[in-house]
């Protein structure tokens, strides 16, 4: 079996008495797109910040290409990209200077941060605004900058917390394609969460997390053969009414 | 580059691009806020033009190590004043720090694959370089007002300076830890900075303090601001003060080891409430 990209076992977290995460597992394959399906509240971001190691977990293990985050942090996190639901960017940054810090944060050295730079601003359409400073490019832009950022380092996994929140639909399916890319042509992994069953496509691999377990995952045909049903909206709902998980409760407010 | 191929980043060289990388991002935020500078700068000359000017007939000061002769009350205060831009400085960073939490920066610092607490000193670190520009900055000008020292003095002063700025600065991290919106840290640090700089040795001498209010003398006395301020005070006159100086080393020390230990992902703070600024 190929090495996965993300490999997470029986991860529980909690904040004070409250469960965000109960005995979560999970695999993100090398190169493969993978969707995180949950409602709001269903422990995405807790998710991800354990994996980023913005805390710990208080239980299990996190792997990312066999890298334990907490043992191996650095080994780990540098093969990681990561795109928060929230947005990260210095306004008052230029896009280059934003880029060359975040390469600096990554031990990258000036002259290749400059053409790593160049390259995935090109990749994401944003060469002409390198000068400019980041407060002044649109939603879009700024969420593509983001993800441009994450890939400086050029990580083979990628996390994507509601990338697409907040962008209008032409912004939206050009994120989504450019992600998409992202595996197809650089087989980058990637972990997209999200609560849009449209962003989901047959042959993505699946996961469904509710209230802080993960439910099923499988590929999408396995996950709608699994519950019978003919789409995936029906599926999920399905999933969440027969779940009837209630012993975990919401993750903290911002 | 591949980062399947890639070996660990943090070589020396890589630890050096991090920390310069940190510094630059301070200096850039702190050039592009020339308002900051000049408050930096203004704050203290108030005091020294108007305060110290007006109080200099009413405040005599008798002669007290290190100085070797009466001194003009400005002379007096100025090591003061010098700490006090060091304070102001500290608590404006660790409010970078709040307002990095709140934009979402911090995260982004915080995933790096460099320890956690070499990316903290980092900051800290850099955070008192741009005191010391507003410290020599405020002395220059000081010295034109006729408030002068030996000049080794300036040079003495210098390694002091990053001590007492680093002991501000991880003051203000640990604060910053403490509060999650910009709002609430701004009126916390009137209840710091005020309170820090009058109980303290900044305006009068200790003994005339103790004269007229023997509380505040004991007080004062437990003020870390105070033994930054003496320390100051004698390197700026190329002496050396090692009580107050170890004062200041051990405030520091202790105050690190808190903030790492709130800001570590597993204990402290961060643990118990969640990572800065979650959503979902």
Redesign the interface.
């Given at each position: 079996m190929a090495q996965p990209a993300l490999r997470i076992d029986d991860v529980s977290h909690a904040f004070g008495a409250r469960t965000a995460l109960d005995r979560v597992s999970l695999t993100v394959p090398a190169g493969s797109f993978t969707a995180l399906l949950g409602l709001n509240g269903a422990g995405k971001t807790t998710l991800f910040s354990l994996v980023t190691r913005l805390h710990d977990s208080t239980s299990g293990t996190i792997q990312i290409f066999d890298f334990d985050v907490r043992r191996e942090a650095p080994a780990a996190l540098s093969r990681l990209g990561i795109v928060f639901q929230a947005r990260t960017l210095d306004l008052d940054l230029s896009v280059r200077q934003s880029l060359l810090y975040h390469a600096a944060l990554h031990g990258i050295g000036r002259r290749l941060a400059h053409e790593r730079a160049a390259q995935v601003l090109k990749q994401f359409a944003l060469a002409d605004r390198i000068d400019d400073k980041v407060r002044n490019l649109s939603g879009g832009q700024m969420r593509r900058l983001e993800i441009a950022r994450a890939l400086l380092h050029d990580p083979a996994l990628l996390l994507l917390d509601e990338p697409t929140v907040g962008l209008d639909v032409e912004a939206r399916q050009g994120l989504i394609r450019e992600v998409r890319r992202l595996v197809a042509e650089e087989g980058r992994g990637i972990l997209w969460a999200t609560h849009l069953l449209d962003e989901i496509e047959m042959s993505d691999r699946l996961v469904v997390l509710h209230k802080g377990r993960v439910l099923t995952q499988g590929s999408v045909q396995d996950v709608l053969a699994q519950t019978g049903t003919p789409d995936l909206q029906t599926a999920f709902l399905n999933l969440v009414n027969a779940s009837g998980a209630t012993t975990v409760g919401q993750e903290p407010a911002e | 580059?591949?980062?399947?191929e890639?070996t660990?980043?943090?070589?020396p060289?890589?630890?050096a691009?991090?920390f310069?990388?940190?510094v630059?991002?301070e200096a850039?935020?702190f050039l592009?806020q020339r308002g900051r500078f000049l408050s930096a700068l203004v704050r203290p000359l108030v005091w020294l033009f108007i305060f110290a000017a007006g109080f200099r007939s009413v405040l005599g000061v008798s002669i007290i190590p290190p100085y070797e002769t009466y001194v003009l009350y400005e002379v007096y205060v100025t090591p003061g004043l010098v700490a006090m831009i060091q304070l102001f400085n500290g608590l404006q960073s660790s409010l970078s720090m709040v307002y990095?939490r709140e934009?979402?920066?911090m995260?982004?610092?915080?995933?790096?694959?460099?320890?956690r607490w070499f990316?903290l000193v980092a900051k800290l670190i850099a955070g008192v370089l741009t005191s010391l520009l507003q410290v020599y900055a405020f002395l220059f000008i000081a010295y034109l007002w006729e408030v002068e020292a030996p000049l080794v003095g300036y040079l003495t002063l210098l390694p002091v300076l990053v001590v007492t700025g680093l002991m501000f600065g991880v003051m203000g991290l640990l604060l910053s830890s403490l509060f999650r919106q910009l709002e609430n840290f701004a009126s916390v640090m009137n209840f710091v900075i005020f309170p820090m700089f009058f109980a303290s040795s900044a305006l009068y001498p200790l003994w005339r303090i103790q004269e007229s209010s023997p509380p505040l003398y004991e007080i004062c006395r437990l003020n870390p601001f105070t033994y930054a301020v003496e320390a100051i005070r004698f390197a700026l006159y190329a002496r050396f003060d090692g009580t107050s100086l170890a004062v200041v080393i051990g405030v520091t020390a202790v105050f690190l080891i808190l903030s790492l230990f709130v800001y570590n992902?597993?204990k402290g703070l961060?643990?118990?409430?969640?990572?800065?600024?979650?959503?979902?």
């Amino acid at each position: 079996m190929a090495q996965p990209a993300l490999r997470i076992d029986d991860v529980s977290h909690a904040f004070g008495a409250r469960t965000a995460l109960d005995r979560v597992s999970l695999t993100v394959p090398a190169g493969s797109f993978t969707a995180l399906l949950g409602l709001n509240g269903a422990g995405k971001t807790t998710l991800f910040s354990l994996v980023t190691r913005l805390h710990d977990s208080t239980s299990g293990t996190i792997q990312i290409f066999d890298f334990d985050v907490r043992r191996e942090a650095p080994a780990a996190l540098s093969r990681l990209g990561i795109v928060f639901q929230a947005r990260t960017l210095d306004l008052d940054l230029s896009v280059r200077q934003s880029l060359l810090y975040h390469a600096a944060l990554h031990g990258i050295g000036r002259r290749l941060a400059h053409e790593r730079a160049a390259q995935v601003l090109k990749q994401f359409a944003l060469a002409d605004r390198i000068d400019d400073k980041v407060r002044n490019l649109s939603g879009g832009q700024m969420r593509r900058l983001e993800i441009a950022r994450a890939l400086l380092h050029d990580p083979a996994l990628l996390l994507l917390d509601e990338p697409t929140v907040g962008l209008d639909v032409e912004a939206r399916q050009g994120l989504i394609r450019e992600v998409r890319r992202l595996v197809a042509e650089e087989g980058r992994g990637i972990l997209w969460a999200t609560h849009l069953l449209d962003e989901i496509e047959m042959s993505d691999r699946l996961v469904v997390l509710h209230k802080g377990r993960v439910l099923t995952q499988g590929s999408v045909q396995d996950v709608l053969a699994q519950t019978g049903t003919p789409d995936l909206q029906t599926a999920f709902l399905n999933l969440v009414n027969a779940s009837g998980a209630t012993t975990v409760g919401q993750e903290p407010a911002e | 580059m591949s980062a399947m191929e890639r070996t660990s980043p943090l070589s020396p060289s890589g630890y050096a691009i991090c920390f310069t990388g940190i510094v630059s991002r301070e200096a850039l935020r702190f050039l592009s806020q020339r308002g900051r500078f000049l408050s930096a700068l203004v704050r203290p000359l108030v005091w020294l033009f108007i305060f110290a000017a007006g109080f200099r007939s009413v405040l005599g000061v008798s002669i007290i190590p290190p100085y070797e002769t009466y001194v003009l009350y400005e002379v007096y205060v100025t090591p003061g004043l010098v700490a006090m831009i060091q304070l102001f400085n500290g608590l404006q960073s660790s409010l970078s720090m709040v307002y990095d939490r709140e934009v979402g920066a911090m995260r982004i610092l915080l995933v790096s694959p460099y320890p956690r607490w070499f990316l903290l000193v980092a900051k800290l670190i850099a955070g008192v370089l741009t005191s010391l520009l507003q410290v020599y900055a405020f002395l220059f000008i000081a010295y034109l007002w006729e408030v002068e020292a030996p000049l080794v003095g300036y040079l003495t002063l210098l390694p002091v300076l990053v001590v007492t700025g680093l002991m501000f600065g991880v003051m203000g991290l640990l604060l910053s830890s403490l509060f999650r919106q910009l709002e609430n840290f701004a009126s916390v640090m009137n209840f710091v900075i005020f309170p820090m700089f009058f109980a303290s040795s900044a305006l009068y001498p200790l003994w005339r303090i103790q004269e007229s209010s023997p509380p505040l003398y004991e007080i004062c006395r437990l003020n870390p601001f105070t033994y930054a301020v003496e320390a100051i005070r004698f390197a700026l006159y190329a002496r050396f003060d090692g009580t107050s100086l170890a004062v200041v080393i051990g405030v520091t020390a202790v105050f690190l080891i808190l903030s790492l230990f709130v800001y570590n992902p597993s204990k402290g703070l961060i643990a118990r409430r969640g990572a800065p600024a979650m959503a979902d």
